[in-house]
């Protein structure tokens, strides 16, 4: 569990852990790495729903805010197949090269665009729109990440965004940058007309937004 945040109770994540089928071996390395090492990662239960939610969006072309070893990166790329692409986007050239290693072994790389680097930078040095976004950069970032990928967002396509309940904070919040961003960051998401969004309780909270 090291590496992973969850708000949810010991019992429902214990469950959830153990309904879900074994891993591929790529990703179960990846996800023991993790554990010993405390890299965060969005976890195998989080994991599959995002694959879930990019097979039922169609999704071709993905762009990652903020990617670490790469592990939901690789549930992203077997979700949207051969013919798909999806952006990796890490500061860290360590973390690349590790990531790197993992999608050769899993027979993804083809499909994916490593950039190094501020995440920010390399999506504005990226051209063309996408089937979806996900954001899982350093949390004042947030909003800063919804103004930009809105415009570049398809119709139809959707805004996915990890931590958005920030292990509870947001319901007792507290006057930290990352707090208020998150805050900031849902308040404009639900506000915003052209959205039409839900933050799912799983783990530290997924807010899934289907732009209009």
């Not at 965004?161 to 900031?184: F, H, K, Y």
């Amino acid at each position: 569990m090291s590496g992973e945040l969850t708000i949810t109770g010991a019992e429902v994540e214990r469950y959830l852990r153990e309904a879900i089928p074994p891993r591929d071996a790529v990703l179960a390395e990846m996800e023991a790495q993790a554990a010993r090492r405390d890299i965060p990662i969005v976890g195998p239960v989080v994991g599959r729903f995002l694959y879930l939610l990019a097979r039922m969006a169609g999704a071709r072309r993905i762009f990652e805010f903020g990617s670490a070893i790469g592990y939901s990166t690789l549930w992203w790329a077997h979700a949207v197949g051969e013919a798909g692409e999806v952006f990796y986007t890490d500061h860290s050239p360590a973390n690349r090269e590790e990531a790197a290693k993992y999608f050769e072994r899993a027979g993804v790389a083809g499909r994916i665009r490593q950039l190094t680097g501020d995440a920010l930078a390399s999506f504005a040095a990226t051209t063309g729109d996408f089937d979806l976004i996900f954001c899982d950069l350093d949390k004042p970032s947030y909003p800063e990440v919804l103004r930009r990928s809105l415009p570049r967002l398809k119709p139809g396509g959707l805004l996915v965004a990890d931590n958005v309940l920030w292990s509870g904070r947001v319901a007792c919040p507290d006057e930290t940058r990352e707090t208020q961003a998150i805050l900031e960051f849902n308040r404009a998401v639900y506000a915003h007309p052209g959205l039409f969004p839900a933050i799912v309780p799983l783990r530290d909270g997924l807010l899934v937004a289907r732009k209009e």
